[in-house]
């Protein structure tokens, strides 16, 4: 008998293109996972679909052409068709070439399980703009209330990562669109963005950044300049403002300011009986002092 000396299987130095977590949750669900070729015309999209856009496929599709599809779309049966859970852009890009089937991993599983799946297959690409990403992610927590440890392990990343990136869902859609159509993509850019509150000083900064095309560093800069000025303006002292309007004669107001925060009504009380006092001393006593002069002092 011959002794095998050639080492079959990867070389020690390769791994597969999944991560473990990956592969190991689809063979959790089955136990030898079903791998066949199933028709175009019976395959249906995700209606769940995490991707916004699928974004161009040309240089998938030439792969396709040349090679064939190398990664099986997964799906599950659906009656009498199937739902892609991942691997819709495949899935178009040989539809388009005119493709009458494709290898396919079926797998039966809920509805939320396909999400899961879906979400964890797409976020582990390289071609989600990071809106995509967070938003994503973001998804993958709300659905299974995951913690940011959770999803780092899930999609392997850091956690640090993740926390950054999820951050960025908090940008509204208004500002993104903004952003999109400046050609502001910087990861690192939107990442600073996002950190930036409330939601009003978030959008001068992006104002900001969109007039005087800013980068990472002078968007940090802005912000932080930004942050201390709200600080200064949240340090200023508030002080008591007595505004009095009477309700049957609108000829006139009375405006008060105090130079301390808090004013007692018999402070105020006193304070009012000592204007009387002082404008009867001034005008001799007399009933009737004549037309009085007044500062018109314009409300802060």
């Given at each position: 008998?011959q ?23 689809i ?35 030439d ?28 899935f ?34 390289k ?8 938003d ?17 392990d ?7 990562t ?8 908090r ?11 400046a ?8 990442i600073e ?76 009380i006193?304070?009012?009986?000592g ?26």
């Open positions: 008998m002794t095998k000396t050639k080492k079959s299987g990867l070389p020690d130095n390769l791994i597969m293109r999944h991560d473990p977590h990956f592969v190991e949750l063979a959790s669900k089955t136990s030898a996972p079903r791998i066949r070729m199933i028709p175009l015309d019976r395959i249906e999209p995700n209606p769940r679909q995490p991707r916004s856009e699928l974004g161009d496929i040309q240089e998938l599709m792969s396709i052409r040349a090679k064939g599809v190398l990664e099986p779309i997964i799906v599950r049966p659906k009656g009498e068709k199937f739902e892609i859970i991942a691997g819709e852009r495949r178009v890009a040989s539809k388009n070439l005119g493709l009458k089937e494709i290898p396919c991993i079926e797998m039966t599983v809920d509805d939320q399980e396909a999400m899961e799946i879906s979400l964890i297959e797409n976020l582990q690409r071609d989600l703009d990071i809106f995509e990403e967070a994503g992610l973001k998804a993958l927590m709300n659905l299974y209330g995951y913690s940011h440890q959770e999803v780092a899930k999609i392997g990343k850091a956690r640090s993740i926390t950054e990136i999820i951050s960025v869902s940008i509204p859609v208004d500002l993104r669109e903004k952003l999109k159509k050609g502001i993509t910087s990861r690192s850019t939107i963005i996002a950190k930036v509150e409330p939601e009003t000083l978030m959008s001068q900064v992006v104002e900001r950044i969109i007039q005087n095309r800013l980068t990472r560093t002078d968007t940090r800069d802005l912000t932080k300049l930004f942050k201390e000025k709200e600080e200064k303006d949240k340090e200023k002292p508030k002080f008591f403002v007595f505004n009095y309007v009477p309700k049957d004669n609108k000829s006139f107001r009375l405006r008060i300011e105090f130079k301390k925060q808090v004013v007692t009504r018999q402070e105020l006193n304070i009012l009986e204007i009387i006092r002082q404008l009867k001393e001034e005008s001799g006593g007399k009933a009737n002092p004549g037309q009085l002069k007044l500062n018109d002092n314009q409300d802060k």
